[in-house]
């Protein structure tokens, strides 16, 4: 049977809209998405069929609206709070951090804040400075945070829907680029992922990838082009990168013992440089080559000139590049 | 005069593609820079497109309701003036500069990797004698795995890469005895006094006839063949198959064979004899647990083997699927050797060569080998009445050390009872 193809968007749309017809502590808050259906029409049609007051429209606070989330979650709710673009939500930062966080643990198991944050994230859309950051890496040394980021449709289903019953907070980037770019097959029925688990994407013999998001699928584009030279590429998308799946990525990392780590973020304390640490204490005999990076360059910001974006942004051909010289070293 | 190309513009943060909805202009109209030149649809908005330029529209590269990415062309304007052919990319010839030939540097060739120290430590290997295809000559991890590989391969043979041989057309029913010594001789023992009369052709030996070549003779050297067959009445399987063979292939996309069928037999009945699926080890037998179903399959001058992992948790479809997937990596040549590791038990289809009989040699270090030789009508005596019955005979090769007849007899009739009674109820297709 043929299975419907959505983009990453309305596999967000599908799944906010399944579980808030399943579970009605579900609700949705944040700037825009009401009336107007979000910014990017991630929440379209929900105002219409849950009302105002399960779709709430907030106030340009993003500290208010991660506040507001936790209390509602404290209280057994489960909120999905969205901030409108993930480059907003540093004003939101303390209370995620040292709030949401750290009060299973403060409280002594008392209490929990089974909340979702929905953050569309990521370059690559002529954003320029406040519209294209990756944040994953702010968020990812906090331990009581979970970290998802879907590569795509039918992961964004079954993650975004294992986000919100998890009991714990977790941050769900969704990535701008490929809202409308990526589309995929998504079973109709409710299934769930499970957080913390990464997933083989391509299974390959001569250099292993290890990425999330987008860039995942630059290295499926950049695979499809070194198969034909006969150089065969295994893929694994972290999809959670905080806390890692660190049994895949030994084992990904042992299938070839060449590994390059991608991500779109900037190089230094990224999500990947911890990833080349637990390949580094745990697969030492079995690499035959050293640990590869490939990010953006350490510069403050992404630009919003045309040709420095395209500068900055990883793309699929530097991918090629990179997993080629790895398979030639 | 210069030609410019017009392109989908980006309209909006994560709108990636745009559909022409409507052109507003047509080949030949003239247009002034900013005037409206295409109605433009994304999921997020609606908007026209202004030109870019002054100038003459030349060409219309796609048509009203086509989507396509951003930064696509979609027209040519000819313009006024003496710009030089403008905006082709202008990438410098020195770019593409003779890229300078490595030239057997092996300045790497002593720089072990971690991976590669250790693979060969564990393998009490020499690594002056293995060749590096790394940069600058260094000794890569999979080097070194292909060279254990290899060596296993020519020396200790832990696993049959290949079987046996059709370097003739007529010797199609190539596991017989005699095709199989014809080949072995010459390869394992050099002829010493080899007449070459005229007219005759010397024939290299490839790397996988050598090794169809010594495993066979191994085969034969060390495991006591014993040979037995029985036929089976398949009607059943015939009318079957007939029945649904079109329904399949239309939802499918596969052809449905009887292989599939006589596998899901063939495993349902090693389940219940385990001892089938066993394997010689000196001093004992080792029944193995996974059933693990190797294929025999044809390629131009060679017979491979791959195998059919975890047979027995396959239905019908899935056995197919398998059978139509292994054959076309033989036959594209994208059999990894390890597609060809962990057999238990040989499945031969002589029949697709029309044999009707056939003597094959096991699989080292399997227990047998079963071939399915061609379905043929012939006259039965049922009910003391002549029918036209769907015939098939079913040849097995048995070590004798493990298996006695009494044993294989009952695993034969066990497979023909299976064959013989297949119904739609008891054999679905998923």
Redesign the interface.
Known sequence: MQLPVLSYIEAVTQALDEEMSRDENVFVMGEDVGKRGGVFQATKGLYDKYGENRVIDTPLAESAIAGVGIGAAMYGMRPVAEMQFSDFMLPAANQIISEAAKTRYRSNNEWSVPMTIRAPFGGGVHGGLYHSQSMEAIFANVPGLKIVIPSTPYDVKGLLKASIRDNDPVIFFEHKRAYRLIKGEVPVDDYTIPLGTADVKRVGTDVTVITYGLMVHYAMQAADKLAAEGISTHILDLRTVYPLDKEAIIEAARKTGKVLLLTEDTKEGSVISEAAAIIAENCLFDLDAPIRRLAAPDAPAMPYAGPLEHAFMVKPEQVEKEIRNLAEF | MSVKQMTMP?LG?????GTISQWLISVGDTVKKYDPIAEVT???VNAEIPSSFSGKITELLVDEGDTLPVGEPICTIEVEGAEPTAEKPVKSAAGKTTQKEEQKDTSMKRRY????L?LAQEHELDLDQIAGT??SG?I???DVEKYIASAAEERTITEPAAVAAASQPSAAGCFSEAVAKEVVKPAVHAPRTSVNEAGDRVVALTGVRRAIASNMLRSKHEIPHAWTMIEVDVTNLVNYRNQIKGAFFKKEGHKLTYLPFFIKAIVTALKEFPRINSTWAGDKIIEKKVINISLAVAADEALYVPVIKHADEKSIKGLAFAVDELAANVRENRL?PDDMQGGTFTVNNTGSFGSIQSQPIINYPQAAILSIESIVKRPIVINNMIAIRDMVNLCISIDHRVLDGLITGRFLARVKELLETINPENTPIY
Do not use: W
Not at chain 2, 13 to 17: A, C, L, N, R
């Open positions: 980006q943060e994560s709108v990636t593609e994304t999921d997020k990797s971690p991976a590669v250790k790394g940069r260094r890569t991890r999979k990894f």
